[in-house]
């Protein structure tokens, strides 16, 4: 499979991807979850080496099947997960969360949930209106000196909050929702 590097980083993942979401959020049941495991296991096995997931999938499910799945084959592999809900509160509402200590929060639960001890690239899920984008960034650069988090991605981000971010800490993703239809 053919590889290439996310934004100027030297993040090197395959050409195609595979976003977990499905397997336990958003369209329909949650699939079983050995045979997620041996779907997620078959893509590391065709060459895919990048997966995304979130906290807020399942919630918190899809991070435990995606850790399981890929935990033999964690240094060849790329994990890329989101923060910013509050996935406990008890009305099952998805309140935006990106306070700092929030993040923290969340990246703990990521990094026991994916079992492993760094995540690849952590996304903002949402752009929180209630924390300005510099704190976020601010907080993710100190996850990542701390050797908690390698990169920081943003997710359906406008422009200027894009470069508002980048010049406090490198944006080298950007994911958007995008139909084909």
Not at 58 to 86: C, W, Y
Not at 128 to 137: G, L
Request: aromatic share 8%; net charge negative; hydrophobic share 40%.
């Amino acid at each position: 499979m053919k590889k290439r590097f996310l934004g100027n980083s030297d993040l090197e993942v395959s050409a195609l991807g595979l976003g977990c979401m499905g397997l336990s959020h958003g369209y329909g049941p949650a699939t079983d979850k050995h045979q997620a495991i041996e779907l997620l296991r078959a893509a590391v096995e065709r060459g895919v080496t990048f997966f995304d997931t979130a906290e807020v999938y399942g919630p918190f499910l899809n991070e435990e099947v995606v850790g399981e799945a890929l935990k033999p084959f964690r240094d060849s592999v790329v994990i890329a997960t989101k923060f910013g809900f509050n996935c406990s509160n008890e009305n099952k509402q998805q309140l935006l969360n990106s306070r700092p200590e929030h993040i923290r929060k969340a990246v703990e639960g990521s990094l026991r949930r994916l079992k492993t001890d760094v995540i690849d690239l952590l996304y903002q899920h949402r752009v929180d209106p209630d924390v300005p984008i510099e704190d976020v960034a601010g907080t993710i650069k100190d996850l990542i000196s701390e050797g908690k988090v390698k990169y920081f991605g943003l997710s359906e981000a406008s422009a200027q909050t894009i470069r508002r971010a980048h010049a406090i800490e490198p944006v080298t993703a950007l994911q958007s929702e995008y139909s084909l239809w």
